[in-house]
């Protein structure tokens, strides 16, 4: 009569380890810092007193856990992660999917025209009216 052999799984040889081997002791866990030890709120990014979404209604904040910049409307009761693009086009929000490239085009180019200054030419500057 023979003993019988056992064959461990692949996966489990990783796993079991080797006797004698002393494991490295866990690393020490830093306490988290006190109040007056933490950053101060960063301030806003540029664009964030816009004129254009003041008079839309919107206003830019930073979310204190992750730090990035929400757009906040008090009227509309809204908070979103992404600018009101279509309002600065002056679209409707509702319309967007019937909204065609050609109608966005021309909306940005009409918003265009209404902020940047205009050469003697006629041509269309990059500084803008009221910076």
């Not at 730090?67 to 992404?82: D, G, H, I, L, P």
Request: proline letters at 11%; aromatic letters at 10%.
């Amino acid at each position: 009569f023979t003993k019988p052999r056992i064959f461990a799984h692949p996966c489990l040889l990783g796993a079991m380890g080797k006797k004698g081997k002393q494991e490295a002791p866990p690393e020490p866990v830093e306490d988290p810092p006190e109040e007056e030890e933490r950053e101060a709120t960063p301030p806003l990014p540029d664009g964030s007193d816009s004129a254009i979404l003041r008079s839309l209604g919107w206003e830019v904040f930073i979310m204190p856990a992750t730090r990035r910049r929400y757009f906040y409307s008090k009227t509309r009761q809204e908070a979103r992660v992404q600018p009101p693009y279509h309002a600065i086009l002056g679209l409707e929000e509702s319309q967007f999917r019937s909204l065609t490239k050609d109608a966005m085009w021309k909306a940005f180019y009409a918003q265009r025209v209404r902020y940047k200054r205009r050469e003697p030419n006629g041509s269309l500057s990059e500084e803008l009216q009221n910076p």
